[in-house]
């Protein structure tokens, strides 16, 4: 069934593009709206607010659409809230409609991975995950060059429209190839934040806050770190987090998540505290760009395997507390490293990415202990929250997941 996940890939391919973007459009979007480096950076920072607070909230109101529906709900929006930027005249409107954008990608992406966890056993979770979050670390390695130099050629406004075009393809990729699936979730809000109450959910969010908090702070102004050609380092950076998700998904299902997490977050910070290196020469750049982007990747499809291993019941609603914790580390990110750079320049934005990266290193070693991690359930067991028909179909035939 690992074909039908193709168009969730694809799907997070066309947001983590309209998301990740603005790193690479920062020049041009503020010399066409006369702001500054920061405040056209705080773009991607209203965009990871917004996606933060409306996930649950959206969650809930469309807890009773069948996940195929929502999937399309979702991108129809996405599409939208970016044609909407690109005819947006002023600053103060470009910030509004990326709030409607992040509305649709709030709604897509962790609905994806719920659907990825329904439609494969447990044993190929992880790579399952992987495949479809593998949309995002593409999309930084193909989507976001090419729309960086688009945006340099025929105006940033140009790579929102390919961002349309991007949501459109997955849309129809959606209504063509993703069964209805149904996960039992509930709409009332509060049991949306029931899983707050468990420590071991609390903890992987504030990893997860760390991590991309401290990622983001040198990727969001990583035009403003480096005096070298901006495509090439993130056409390196994601073809390195490209190889990362893949190798993550298969380490995580041989290994476990714990080492993937804790491996992968002690070497993404220290080729951030190796930026001033990185910057001596072209060749030097492109090596530790590959391996930042491969090695911090490792991390994201063991995040979400110790999401589903600490919620069980409650998949689709864990994975949503996930993808906010996220986007609340982005917006962290946008804001300090934005900060960081006005005040201190590229030097404070390397020292802030670096300590919030061993600060989540030290969180999880405190945090995440061996003997509390949850094993995988077993193959033969119906996986919590799906309706019983898809669990049928999948132990049924399991042939169709090789």
Not at 105 to 122: E, N, R, Y
């Given at each position: 069934?690992?074909?039908?996940?193709?168009?969730?890939?694809?799907?997070?391919?066309?947001?983590?593009?309209g998301?990740?973007?603005?790193?690479?459009?920062?020049?041009?979007?503020?010399?066409?709206l006369r702001?500054?480096?920061?405040?056209?950076?705080?773009?991607?920072?209203?965009?990871?607010?917004?996606?933060?607070?409306?996930?649950?909230?959206?969650?809930?109101?469309?807890?009773?659409?069948?996940?195929?529906?929502?999937?399309?709900?979702?991108?129809?929006?996405?599409?939208?809230?970016?044609t909407?930027?690109?005819?947006?005249?002023t600053?103060?409107?470009?910030?509004?409609?990326?709030?409607?954008?992040?509305?649709?990608?709030?709604m897509?992406?962790?609905?994806?991975?719920?659907?990825?966890?329904?439609?494969?056993?447990?044993?190929?979770?992880?790579?399952?995950?992987?495949?479809?979050?593998?949309?995002?670390?593409?999309?930084?390695?193909?989507?976001?060059?090419l729309?960086?130099?688009?945006?340099?050629?025929s105006?940033?406004?140009?790579?929102?429209?390919?961002?349309?075009?991007?949501?459109?393809?997955?849309?129809?990729?959606?209504?063509?190839?993703?069964?209805?699936?149904?996960?039992?979730?509930?709409?009332r809000?509060?049991?949306?934040?029931?899983p707050?109450g468990?420590?071991?959910v609390?903890?992987?969010?504030?990893?997860?806050?760390?991590?991309?908090?401290?990622?983001f702070?040198?990727?969001?102004?990583?035009?403003?770190?480096?005096?070298?050609?901006?495509?090439?380092?993130?056409w390196a950076?994601?073809?390195?987090?490209?190889?990362?998700?893949?190798?993550?998904?298969?380490?995580?299902?041989?290994?476990?998540?714990?080492?993937?997490?804790?491996?992968?977050?002690?070497?993404?910070?220290?080729?951030?505290?190796l930026?001033?290196?990185?910057?001596?020469?072209?060749?030097?750049?492109?090596?530790?760009?590959?391996?930042?982007?491969?090695?911090?990747?490792?991390?994201?499809?063991?995040?979400?395997?110790?999401?589903?291993a600490?919620v069980?019941?409650?998949?689709?609603?864990?994975l949503?507390?996930?993808s906010s914790?996220?986007?609340?580390?982005?917006?962290?990110?946008g804001?300090?490293?934005?900060?960081?750079?006005?005040?201190?320049?590229?030097?404070?934005?390397?020292?802030?990415?670096t300590?919030?990266?061993?600060?989540?290193?030290?969180?999880?070693?405190?945090?995440?202990?061996?003997?509390?991690?949850?094993?995988?359930?077993?193959?033969?067991?119906?996986?919590?929250?799906?309706?019983?028909?898809?669990?049928?179909?999948?132990?049924?035939?399991?042939?169709?997941?090789?």
């Amino acid at each position: 069934m690992s074909s039908r996940l193709y168009p969730l890939a694809v799907g997070n391919f066309a947001v983590g593009t309209g998301m990740f973007v603005t790193a690479g459009l920062l020049a041009p979007i503020s010399a066409d709206l006369r702001i500054s480096t920061s405040a056209a950076g705080q773009l991607m920072t209203i965009f990871a607010l917004a996606y933060a607070v409306l996930s649950p909230l959206l969650a809930a109101l469309t807890a009773r659409l069948s996940r195929r529906n929502l999937l399309l709900l979702a991108l129809g929006v996405f599409v939208v809230g970016n044609t909407l930027t690109a005819l947006a005249p002023t600053y103060p409107l470009v910030m509004a409609t990326r709030v409607v954008a992040a509305a649709g990608a709030a709604m897509f992406t962790p609905t994806a991975s719920g659907v990825a966890t329904a439609l494969t056993t447990p044993d190929r979770r992880g790579r399952a995950l992987a495949l479809v979050m593998g949309g995002l670390t593409v999309s930084s390695a193909i989507g976001v060059p090419l729309g960086t130099w688009l945006g340099s050629a025929s105006g940033w406004r140009a790579t929102i429209w390919l961002v349309v075009g991007l949501g459109v393809i997955g849309f129809a990729g959606v209504a063509a190839m993703v069964p209805e699936v149904r996960i039992a979730t509930s709409g009332r809000l509060r049991e949306r934040f029931a899983p707050l109450g468990d420590r071991r959910v609390l903890a992987v969010l504030v990893t997860q806050l760390l991590t991309f908090g401290a990622g983001f702070t040198a990727y969001t102004y990583i035009g403003s770190l480096f005096d070298l050609p901006l495509p090439a380092l993130l056409w390196a950076w994601g073809i390195g987090g490209i190889v990362g998700n893949q190798l993550g998904g298969r380490f995580t299902d041989a290994y476990g998540p714990r080492r993937m997490v804790l491996i992968g977050l002690a070497a993404a910070t220290v080729f951030m505290a190796l930026i001033p290196v990185a910057n001596l020469a072209l060749p030097i750049a492109l090596v530790w760009a590959f391996l930042w982007g491969g090695l911090g990747w490792l991390v994201g499809p063991a995040q979400q395997f110790r999401t589903v291993a600490a919620v069980p019941g409650n998949v689709s609603i864990g994975l949503g507390l996930l993808s906010s914790a996220q986007y609340i580390g982005l917006f962290v990110a946008g804001l300090a490293g934005g900060a960081a750079l006005d005040w201190y320049g590229r030097a404070g934005v390397v020292v802030l990415s670096t300590g919030l990266g061993l600060l989540s290193v030290l969180f999880t070693l405190v945090t995440y202990r061996p003997a509390a991690e949850p094993g995988p359930p077993a193959e033969d067991q119906p996986i919590a929250g799906i309706q019983p028909a898809v669990t049928a179909r999948m132990t049924k035939k399991p042939r169709m997941m090789r």
